[in-house]
């Protein structure tokens, strides 16, 4: 399978109804997906911390629900966040009717009118319901942090291309735990030697 690490812009045109990214020359947007985890949420705050980085939480409805505390503490520190679902559904692989009643009931536990679907997936007719309450935000650059088959040193030179107004996706969930470990300090300095700053999406 072809990796697209900066989103072709064939997809930005067929979907042209989603955020893809944004017009600033000089900021770039980091967005975590999948947590909060009691073991990877709070180095990821710590680290956002002692660079003075502010982020975008893509929550999963089931973990907000088991670490409430860990949400509060992303919002206190100045951070947004965004719905995710309440059970990491794909949208391809439900109907209409349960998917929307996951990101509802995601919603009552998470305050926002960000919402990004889990894989990417969403049909496109699922997407006018949607768009009534939400912006739906995707990504104009993805990491692969998740995929162990891609090594970090690819998806460093990868990140070579980041530029303003960009949408970065990585991740809050065990699965990449260790390999973002690794990745993040390095992206952020990358990303920082562009003279890039990173900023929030705005709700």
């Known amino acids: 399978m072809i990796k697209y690490f900066k989103t072709p812009n064939t997809f930005k045109w067929i979907f042209h109804r989603r955020v893809w990214g944004f017009s600033s020359s000089n900021k770039v947007y980091l967005t975590f997906d999948d947590g909060p985890t009691s073991d990877l949420t709070p180095w990821i705050l710590d680290f956002l911390d002692s660079h003075s980085i502010k982020a975008t939480f893509f929550c999963v409805g089931a973990n907000v629900k088991k670490h409430p505390d860990l949400l509060s503490t ?13 059970h990491h559904e794909k949208g391809t692989e439900v109907s209409e009717q349960d998917y ?4 509802e009931e995601a919603s009552t536990l998470i305050s926002s009118n960000l919402f990004r679907p889990p894989y990417g997936r969403l049909p496109m007719f699922y997407s006018k319901s949607i768009r009534a ?11 692969y942090d998740y995929d162990s088959n891609v090594p970090i040193e690819l998806i460093l030179n990868k990140a070579q291309k980041i530029k303003g107004g960009d949408v970065l996706v990585v991740h809050d969930n065990i699965k990449s735990q260790e390999r973002l470990k690794n990745l ?3 992206l952020v300095a990358i990303i920082k030697s562009k003279g890039l700053e990173f900023d929030i999406i705005s709700a």
């Open 184 to 186: 993040l300090p390095e």
């Open 133 to 143: 309450k939400y912006k739906i935000i995707m990504w104009s650059w993805l990491s």
């Open 100 to 103: 929307l009643k996951s990101i």
């Open 74 to 86: 992303i919002i206190e520190k100045g951070h947004a966040v965004g719905n995710h679902t309440m």
